[in-house]
């Protein structure tokens, strides 16, 4: 192969996707790599969801629905 050839690679992401959910540790390893990211990026942003962490949990409601 020379420096100037073209090299065409197709990629069928179906039968990709389906190797992954097939297999237990790779759904590990990716959500611990989404973990790792965002847990990054809250360092930056000072939360994980932004305005969403910010919020105060809503107050219970005063009357019970069986009432």
Same mark, same amino acid.
């Given at each position: 192969?020379? #420096?100037? #050839?073209?090299?065409?690679?197709?990629? !069928?992401? !179906? $039968? &990709?996707?389906? %190797?992954?959910c097939?297999? *237990? =540790?790779?759904l590990? &390893?990716?959500?611990e790599?989404?973990?790792? @990211?965002? @847990? =990054?990026?809250?360092?930056? $942003?000072?939360? &994980?969801?932004?305005? @969403?962490? +910010?919020? +105060? %949990? *809503? +107050? *219970? *409601? @005063?009357?019970?629905? &069986?009432?």
């Open positions: 192969m020379t #420096e100037n #050839e073209n090299v065409i690679i197709n990629i !069928d992401l !179906d $039968v &990709l996707v389906a %190797k992954i097939a297999s *237990p =540790k790779a590990r &390893l990716i959500a790599a989404v973990r790792n @990211t965002q @847990t =990054k990026q809250s360092r930056q $942003v000072g939360n &994980l969801y932004g305005n @969403t962490a +910010q919020r +105060q %949990k *809503p +107050q *219970p *409601p @005063t009357r019970s629905r &069986l009432s």
